[in-house]
């Protein structure tokens, strides 16, 4: 495959990169970090009103832009170069992708605009460990007359705390593995459901737990069909796990860059220690990571349109997406620790920012699933 960007393409990462780096400062990730909410809403509203990032790919039809997936993963590469604290991944990457895929008509038709306008939305899914699949639902739900009863908890829920919309995967009492699997979509202030948020490493990402009570939902808030949503979750997560390695892309070059610029201006024994032999390697081997990354990156950018556009690619789709995270979580963690190394004793001090990143990759390295986890589902996806 020969990826090249087209002009309009090159104009969304370049006015992302301009507007992130005035937005998104290190002052502005701190005051994020320190909030109840995990970001601005001043920001948030400003991203929707004036860039129009949460409906890139949205169809035209409710509203949205109808972009591809290459144009949305070259403004999360930039999110993740910036560390913009914000419920974009949750709302746009998950919930979106989650309504554009297993969604009714009337459903897109009602909660699409309303997340282009600013409402916040997210997946609940996992309810504990290191699977990230429809084994890891235990959430269950059963019939109640015309209504569905729910219990149950998930974890590591992004944005889950502040969401005014859940994505709820469930299956069907007594089931298990693929079978059974329903999402239900409804609002998140709602009779049944508590809340709560999880302290985590990464201060710049929120995450919550949610608790099931007996939750009471209607019918209509059924994604699809009863008892058949596990090729849809899968294909939800995937186009969720290519989203997550843009931001570790992105995350991996502002490393470096911030590294480099650190290196030309600390001197030891006369002379920049930038020029240190090295110093160099160390460097040159971070870039080369980088480079790897993008392109895996973009490449599974590609196969997502395609799934997209054309629904079938499940194989392809689910290889993509886990070879560009597979190769991004290690790559990621491994520069943020060169950087580290480089920065010497100051790198994990408050006043420099590396640190940021260094939690943030190995935060992402773990969400949706390690390098071992997709190193091994591509070796399935292979052996089928």
């Known amino acids: 495959m020969e990826f090249a960007f087209t002009q309009e393409q090159e104009m969304i990462r370049d006015t992302a990169a301009s507007f992130l780096k005035d937005a998104s400062t290190s002052a502005a990730i701190r005051s994020a970090m320190a909030s109840d909410l995990g970001y601005s809403p001043e920001l948030w509203q400003r991203i929707c009103s004036e860039m129009y990032w949460q409906a890139l790919h949205i169809p035209e039809q409710y509203g949205g832009m109808g972009l591809g997936y290459v144009e949305l993963v070259a403004v999360l590469e930039q999110m993740g170069r910036y560390l913009l604290c914000s419920p974009y991944l949750a709302t746009v990457a998950m919930a979106t992708n989650a309504l554009l895929i297993a969604g009714s008509d009337s459903q897109k038709s009602e909660i699409l605009p309303q997340l282009i306008e600013g409402k916040t939305a997210t997946l609940a899914f996992n309810c504990g460990g290191n699977v990230w699949n ?147 390697h160390k460097a040159a081997d971070m870039m080369l990571r980088n480079e790897v990354a993008r392109s895996a990156v973009y490449y599974a950018a590609c196969i997502a349109d395609d799934a997209l556009s054309s629904g079938p690619l499940a194989d392809e789709l689910a290889e993509a997406a886990s070879i560009a995270k597979s190769y991004c979580s290690e790559a990621y963690f491994k520069n943020a620790g060169e950087a580290l190394q480089m920065h010497g004793g100051v790198g994990f001090t408050w006043e420099y920012d590396v640190h940021l990143y260094f939690k943030r990759a190995k935060a992402s390295e773990h969400l949706l699933g390690n390098s071992s986890y997709h190193r091994e589902r591509v070796a399935g996806v292979l052996l089928d």
């Open 134 to 280: 429809s084994n890891a639902i235990n959430a269950s739900y059963r019939h109640d007359g015309n209504d569905l009863i729910l219990n149950g908890e998930y974890r590591y829920v992004l944005d889950g705390h502040s969401a005014d919309y859940l994505i709820l995967a469930a299956r069907e009492e007594g089931s298990s593995g693929d079978d059974g699997i329903s999402l239900f979509v409804c609002e998140a202030e709602n009779d049944g459901i508590q809340r709560s948020l999880l302290p985590t490493m990464d201060q710049s990402r929120r995450q919550a737990s949610i608790q099931l009570n007996n939750l009471r939902l209607s019918k209509q808030t059924l994604m699809g069909e009863f008892a058949t949503a596990a090729k849809s979750l899968a294909k939800i997560l995937d186009l969720a796990t290519i989203a997550l390695a843009a931001e570790q892309a992105g995350g991996m070059q502002q490393v470096l860059d911030i590294t480099v610029d650190y290196t030309k201006a600390r001197n030891q024994f006369g002379r920049s220690i930038a020029g240190f032999q090295a110093i160099k």
